[in-house]
């Protein structure tokens, strides 16, 4: 079976996954595939949809999504562990809600007629944080144009990601994960100006540091969460103020009459402390970036309220290991994942350290890693802006 990919991509275990469950039950048709890394925020999270800016780059780890033509008059959808028969791409499924919500847009943007056959295949940890549910998306907008036979630029493919969320799922977030993860670039971390949707890239040099993700096992589910009501309420506030976005207000603006304190505050600092981040990278001050991610952190936890106790506990842990420079929770929050900023000489003693400490702190299977900025779908498949 022919399954056109490019090169920085055709050698990735998950993608061939993806591809040999597809032929499992699938017979010889042409199959499609689309790959997606998840994402990481270095520092900037919950001002996205407030229009700020957000230092964040793509993982190692992703998600391939193989599409080809149905074998019978119902489209079928499998990963590792189970397989559905659905009458349309519109029909719910609680496991495979985003691959359909994808194709059932997908289907009405691009076209397209028949029935598909559809497999997903995963290395990155679902519902902590690290955008899987956005890279499932583009990983499966990607297959489904590469099926239709159509060229498709970076930014349609995040546009139309974020269409599904909005459109689709009704779900009231940011653009944050769907940019970070179609424009972010290897060996460099990606500055994503929420208001204007541009991008600036910094580059990192691995040899004096990486980063730790620390998946704690707890999920979250944004949809289900309080995340909606901070989203309305700040949104709301910057209209009150009349401003475009959060950056356009002073260091020492005040919450409007009948906004949160805390959260207005979040976001105002969370601001200010991105600047200072990207200030930073650039002078390779790497302690000084350490010490605004984790006081973005303490922001999280205290201003806004999404932190969780497990993420507390491992960030404490974490800055208190000779080599950490410094640790936050990363994504939506209420769960999910601590990212730490590590010297790369201490990087496996930090990383030892934190595995012992992790059955200490959570019941939830759990894991941890070390990997450096790594390329986003533009990058890895050649795509143009």
């Not at 190692?60 to 562990?81: K, M, N, Q, Y």
């Not at 295949?121 to 899987?132: E, F, I, K, T, Y």
């Not at 999920?219 to 995340?227: I, L, W």
């Amino acid at each position: 079976m022919a399954h056109p990919m490019h090169a920085r991509v055709d050698d990735l275990p998950v993608v061939h996954e993806a591809v040999m469950l597809l032929e499992r039950d699938g017979g010889g048709q042409e199959s499609h595939v689309g790959y997606a890394p998840g994402r990481i925020t270095v520092i900037g999270d919950h001002i996205d949809y407030v229009g700020g800016d957000v230092l964040c780059c793509a993982l190692d780890r992703g998600i391939a999504v193989a599409l080809a033509e149905g074998s019978c008059r119902v489209w079928s959808i499998r990963d590792e562990t189970r397989t559905e028969l659905v009458e349309s791409p519109g029909a719910p499924s609680a496991r495979f809600g985003r691959v359909l919500a994808a194709l059932s847009w997908a289907r009405k943007a691009w076209g397209g007629e028949g029935v598909l056959s559809c497999a997903v295949a995963s290395d990155l940890p679902r519902g902590v944080g690290l955008s899987s549910s956005a890279a499932v998306v583009i990983a499966t907008l990607r297959a489904y144009a590469s099926w239709r036979g159509r060229e498709i630029s970076s930014n349609e493919l995040a546009e139309g990601a974020y269409a599904v969320e909005h459109d689709e799922l009704g779900i009231p977030s940011g653009q944050l994960d769907q940019y970070a993860i179609c424009r972010s670039r290897e060996q460099a971390l990606h500055e994503l100006h929420c208001h204007t949707l541009t991008s600036s890239f910094l580059p990192w040099e691995k040899k004096e540091a990486v980063f730790l993700v620390c998946d704690t096992g707890v999920e979250h589910a944004v949809a289900d969460s309080p995340y909606g009501s901070r989203v309305h309420s700040m949104q709301a506030a910057l209209q009150k103020l009349r401003v475009s976005w959060i950056g356009e207000c002073a260091r020492s603006a005040a919450a409007p009459s009948g906004t949160e304190n805390g959260w207005f505050q979040h976001c105002l600092t969370e601001e200010y402390r991105v600047q200072d981040a990207v200030e930073a990278v650039k002078q390779r001050n790497l302690p000084a970036l350490g010490k605004l991610m984790t006081a973005s952190h303490a922001s999280l936890r205290d201003d806004y309220g999404v932190s969780h106790g497990i993420c507390d506990g491992l960030v404490e842990a974490l800055v208190g290991m000779d080599g950490c420079l410094g640790a936050r929770m990363t994504g939506a929050g209420f769960g999910g994942c601590v990212v730490a900023l590590v010297r790369t000489p201490r990087a496996a003693s930090v990383l030892h350290g934190i595995q012992r400490v992790l059955p200490q702190q959570t019941d939830h299977p759990s894991q941890a890693w070390t990997f450096a900025p790594g390329a986003g779908v533009a990058e890895l498949y050649d795509m143009a802006e």
